[in-house]
DNA sequence: CATGAATGAGCATTCATTCAT
DNA sequence: GATGAATGAATGCTCATTCAT
């Protein structure tokens, strides 16, 4: 889905890789350089600072979430049978992308993503917004504020893969769906 | 309610204001020496380094938290009230002190917090723990993992705090409401 | 007059108007590249290295005001009106081309130039040393040390030019007048 | 003269050495530090950047020359013989100090230095400065322009400093007087 | 001959930590 | 105990130069 250069996505998956291990501020420059195999002045051809490289990469990043979100989605199914695959399709995705769970979690707060980027982000989400927007106007969903919504919908899928991860909780298939479900009866009608 | 040195005490209030405002790692010890008035000598002699200093505070905030969590609640009352008496004085406590979610948002995977502080933070937690196990045995909560309930429980506070203080959306006494309902509904029976 | 090739040129005018707008220090071979549309390739092509073009750069500019300086001389002329017809040929060309005196006078004192190259460009100034010592033969000239005299007058040319470029002090053709003048008397018998 | 922390001394007179050796931009930090035996941290502290170190090591070399340069004037003498005191004072401090020689020519153009400081260098002309109208004044003085004055004045001085330290030219008793008398020639009425 | 992506040594600067006073 | 000047390893970044195409 991309035409990054070759080189791009080596930097992106080492980035990746070392901030989900040390940290967005353990991670200088010149190890990404090491472990990727591409030199530092490389890695600034293609990208300006390190502020600029992990704000792409957050790009990036949240772009690939969303479309693994709408994957297999129908038209013909039930709303919420549809919420459950949105769920569902969100969860399995940060479980087998570990990397990209801890380094969006770090991103989540931290100063270096800009107000810009942050901006260019909540683009990606819109059809998340239409989709919630739908579920209000059926009367499916309760009637309260969609980033309200939107932000327990991400909740319980974030929380629900840290408790996984991070081994406190093993989620099999039934404590999954209890999650959903959890998630689902507390926003629906 | 601690005995702690007036000195420790400032140059905790001096650090939770300079991460929250510049971010872990953009506070050096020399910063927070020069706001708390203290010298960097002394903030050395009750703290062995600046991870020291974090993880400590770290237990400070938490415990501070779980004291303010519990305030007021009666041994009498029904078990939802209670629970909307908790989750109420949770959220109260983070939208009136914003420094201490934005520090304990920070800390939540940031490598700097040791396996060994989180565990003795979870301590703090027991009387949540209990009261979830409560709910569960009275069959008023819905019988699952303690630790995704727990999870949902502060994930909806600080999730719908952070949508307050970041003005995304004004929680006001109706959509305060609102919120806890969701995560009520969610969770009971 | 010369035989350079073409690229050999704008190689030289780029670098000439960059050092004098950022200085020796600040012009980066990949911005000549970029500015003059030349590649980093092509450049090495032509100049071993930086050091190798700065220098071969000097010994053109220095003998292009050389060739200025002699311009529109006669044989017939008094010897007074001769030197005032060098100091203004070489004063106008100064002005005429302040990125030529930012250069000079920025490497007259920087290491880059390899003593090999002020040698080189000592010969340059043979017409001049020739025609300040007619000056002394004819005790037109104060007999003094060559070097000192053709040193000054170098520097009397160079300080008005700066005055004038730096727009510290508009050179009118009355001061101008004057400022040759004073070189005149302080040199002349 | 100066209540300037003995440290602070050492590090001027350190980079003045070094940039005389190996210029202004050959002279990274880190040698400073070697040669100087201060570390880079302490540097730092003394001097937020390298630029301000280079550009309070400018004004405090500029301010030692001026102080120099009317060094045993007497308001007795004749003007001239003042004139020729000046030039003496500031002559012999050059050549006794080539390093402020080197490091002063070597600012005068390059951009490090900022508008502020030359600003605040002019400040201490200010006794040339008033010297100079004195003898137009006087009718000493050719009636020109102040400026003029001074930049021949202290290039005629310059010129011959490094004439003499380059070794072109061996500045002994009679030659010296011969570049004074020259520079006076040409000014004085 | 020409290109320009890639290299990596080198630089300015920061900051956790120490220790002489 | 308290101070804060001093340390120096570590980091982000630059740029002269090379070389595969």
Known sequence: MNVLSEKVHVV???TLRLIAEH???NTPMSLV????GIS?????HYFESKETLINELYLYVKEEIMNKV???MSADSQYKENYFLIWNNYFEYLINNPTVLSFVEQCSIA???KEETRKKAEQFIAPLIQFITKGIQKG???DT????ILAYLNGSVVITAKLHISKQLIINKKMKHMAIETSWRGLAN
Do not use: C, M, N, W
């Not at 350089?33 to 990727?36: A, E, I, P």
């Not at 530092?40 to 600034?44: C, K, P, V």
């Not at 504020?145 to 309200?148: A, E, P, Y």
């Open 23 to 25: 940290g967005l501020h």
């Open 111 to 113: 100063p270096i993503i």
């Open 70 to 72: 709408f994957e297999d």
């Open 40 to 44: 530092t002045g490389a890695i600034y």
């Open 12 to 14: 992106f998956d080492t």
């Open 145 to 148: 504020d969609i980033h309200l």
């Open 33 to 36: 350089s090491k472990q990727s």
């Open 140 to 142: 499916v969903l309760r």
